[in-house]
């Protein structure tokens, strides 16, 4: 993929803005469908940070594209097609966003981030070094920072529309959407988080964890937003899985670390980032599209 142009503000379609999030804005075409346009945007700790990363908004729309199509005969998801000459007139630059955009059926999101965890690292680590339990539920004792889980788990977190979002337990999802709901949102993003954690295996990738979300339209229940990219998912070098170092995850690690050494008090606005850790970031993302779906 040649290198494009950044590309953080959206002022190309014609069409009612219906979301502007953090990182893709959402707008209707009218029919229940929808345009989601991905940007170039990064954020941490719900602040876009400046500038965007080149490409990361074409790398994260076409990993999407290509997760849908692998897990498509699994469960149903909010994809039609990606295709920008079907679109018409509402776009003014086709180049720009060609890989950029997805036309989607519009679903009522259910306000769950789906968490899938393989592998105790991150939060799901720091919960276990307080407590010996993530999101309420026991683990085995003495697991070590990244070792494997005997089993995936499902630790959800609810979407609060202001602040952070919310780890929650299973009972008190129960307690808000329902048992039946919760069992089947669970088995659904544990049995994906299972397909493609065996998929990245077979190209030397471990998945350690995940975020998905699903919507309804009418009773069914589908998969939306974007799945099992490096925003969403903490994707490892099978090489370099070693609990004995620090392990350097293939995504944002670069920002992390930067903002880690900055002394950001996650309040305010960041530093802007260094064009180093822009160069770096942008190259690990487009290092997890190749690793994924380049032809063995
Ligand atoms: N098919 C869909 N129907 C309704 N909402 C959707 C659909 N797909 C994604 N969304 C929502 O669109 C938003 C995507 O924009 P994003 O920049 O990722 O937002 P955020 O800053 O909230 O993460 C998310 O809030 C997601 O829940
Ligand atoms: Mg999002």
Redesign the pocket.
């Known amino acids: 993929m040649t290198r494009t142009a950044l590309m953080t503000a959206v002022d190309l379609v014609k069409a009612p803005l219906m979301?502007k999030?953090?990182?893709?804005e959402?707008y209707d075409l009218g029919n229940d469908q929808m345009l989601?346009v991905v940007t170039d945007r990064i954020s941490a700790f719900d602040y876009v940070l400046e500038p965007g990363i080149p490409d990361k908004g074409n790398v994260l729309n076409l990993v999407t594209r290509a997760w849908f199509e692998v897990t498509a005969q699994f469960m149903q998801n909010?994809m039609i097609h990606c295709d920008i000459d079907q679109l018409g007139d509402i776009i003014v630059d086709k180049e720009v966003l060609r890989h950029r955009i997805m036309v989607?059926?519009?679903?009522t999101?259910i306000p769950v981030e789906c968490v899938v965890r393989g592998y105790v690292t991150g939060g799901g680590w720091r919960q276990y070094q307080e407590t010996g339990m993530i999101n309420g539920r026991e683990l085995p004792a003495g697991l070590r920072k990244n070792e494997r889980l005997p089993h995936p788990i499902f630790t959800p977190a609810k979407k609060n529309d202001v602040g952070h979002d919310e780890d929650i337990t299973i009972a008190e999802m129960e307690a808000w959407l329902g048992e039946k709901l919760t069992a089947q949102l669970a088995e659904k993003s544990i049995m994906l988080y299972v397909l493609a954690h065996a998929y990245c295996e077979d190209r030397g990738i471990v998945l350690a964890d995940t975020k998905l979300?699903f919507?309804f339209i009418d009773d069914e229940i589908l998969l939306?937003?974007e799945i099992f990219t490096p925003d969403s998912s903490r994707f490892w070098a099978m090489d370099k899985y070693d609990l004995d170092i620090e392990i350097d995850s293939m995504d944002k690690e670069p920002v992390r670390t930067f903002l880690a050494n900055s002394n950001w008090d996650k309040n305010s606005q960041p530093d802007p980032l260094p064009a180093e850790v822009v160069e770096e970031t942008a190259q690990r993302y487009t290092q997890i599209l190749h690793a994924l779906f380049q032809e063995k």
């Open positions: 979301y999030g953090k990182v893709r959402l989601i909010h989607t059926r519009k679903a999101r979300e919507g939306i937003d």
